[in-house]
């Protein structure tokens, strides 16, 4: 009887623990699995965002000629590919909105990528230049451009000066193929720029014209005179000198192929002996007067 009731009351005891056991492992489990609320979501959801907005920028930016063959290859699920421009436009807002509620229903804290389609206006401030702070540093810029345009118009021929001149436009000068009228209209517009500078009574100096200084351009453009030319003539020489040794000691068989292969500026190769020879000497002639021309002071070679 007593190994009965102790039997009992064991299995009781064993009962009890595992049913606890169990309620705790449940309650557990039940808390582990709960899904908790994830940043994923909202990741996805801006992808998909920055994906609508890349395609709404490449349909606004795309011909009618090729709308579909480029929106074809920017796929956005909801959005039907076709050549109506408005109506994927219309679409891709419609479906920027669900994606907005979207992110609100998942309450993601990050903000909403901007769409760089919708801020034209954002755009055009940009790239808009900033006033300068110098009215005559301004002015002087616009100094410039009349005189360039000037030089352009006197350097150029009449059949092309129309065309020039409108690929460098004025303000106030009228293009056409008067070259006389239309450099007056400059020197005119060049005057009235200064007398805007001097309002300002700015020290820095006017901007000299290039038009109206060929000589000082001419005597910057003279090459100056360096060792590097007398350093050429005289290689020109050992190489005129090589050649006529070549000549006088080669057989008239060999000759035309000998002198090919050592040529030298003018002189023509040729079978002919003394032609060469005489070309030869002639050019020698040219070579030192054009070494006392540089006034190369080595001794000649």
């Known amino acids: 009887m007593k190994q009965t009731l102790?039997?009992?009351?064991?299995?009781?005891?064993?009962?009890?623990?595992?049913?606890?056991c169990t309620g705790q492992m449940a309650d557990t489990m039940a808390v582990v699995g709960k899904p908790a609320l994830?940043?994923?979501p909202c990741a996805a959801i801006d992808k998909k965002v920055m994906r609508l907005d890349r395609f709404t920028e490449v349909v606004q930016n795309t011909s009618?000629?090729?709308?579909?063959?480029?929106?074809?290859?920017?796929?956005?699920?909801?959005?039907?590919?076709?050549?109506?421009r408005k109506q994927m436009l219309r679409d891709a807002k419609k479906k920027r909105a669900e994606l907005s509620k979207e992110r609100q229903t998942y309450g993601c804290k990050t903000p909403m990528p901007v769409s760089t389609a919708q801020m034209p206006d954002k755009k055009a401030v940009v790239s808009k230049p900033a006033l300068s702070s110098d009215p005559s540093a301004d002015i002087d810029k616009k100094m410039i451009k009349p005189d360039e345009f000037t030089t352009k118009v006197n350097t150029t021929s009449v059949v092309h000066v129309e065309e020039k001149a409108a690929a460098l436009p004025v303000p106030g000068i009228t293009v056409n193929n008067n070259k006389e009228e239309m450099v007056s209209d400059a020197e005119k517009k060049d005057a009235e720029l200064e007398v805007e500078r001097q309002k300002y009574?700015?020290?820095?100096?006017?901007?000299?014209?290039?038009?109206?200084?060929?000589?000082?351009?001419?005597?910057v453009s003279k090459p100056a005179l360096s060792s590097d030319l007398c350093d050429t003539i005289d290689k020109k020489l050992i190489k005129l000198y090589e050649f006529t040794i070549m000549v006088n000691n080669t057989s008239a068989f060999h000759l035309?192929?000998?002198?090919?292969?050592?040529?030298?500026?003018?002189?023509?190769?040729?079978?002919?002996?003394?032609?060469?020879?005489?070309?030869?000497?002639?050019?020698?002639?040219?070579?030192?007067?054009e070494r006392q021309k540089y006034g190369c002071e080595t001794s000649k070679k």
Do not use: W, Y
């Open 38 to 40: 994830s940043s994923d």
């Open 201 to 219: 009574a700015d020290e820095t100096p006017m901007p000299v014209s290039t038009a109206q200084m060929p000589d000082k351009k001419a005597v």
């Open 64 to 84: 009618a000629f090729h709308l579909e063959e480029k929106a074809a290859a920017l796929p956005v699920p909801g959005i039907t590919v076709s050549n109506n």
């Open 6 to 20: 102790l039997f009992t009351l064991s299995s009781f005891a064993i009962a009890t623990f595992m049913t606890a």
């Open 256 to 289: 035309e192929e000998k002198a090919a292969a050592l040529s030298v500026p003018g002189i023509t190769v040729s079978n002919n002996k003394k032609k060469m020879l005489k070309d030869a000497e002639k050019k020698r002639a040219e070579l030192s007067k």
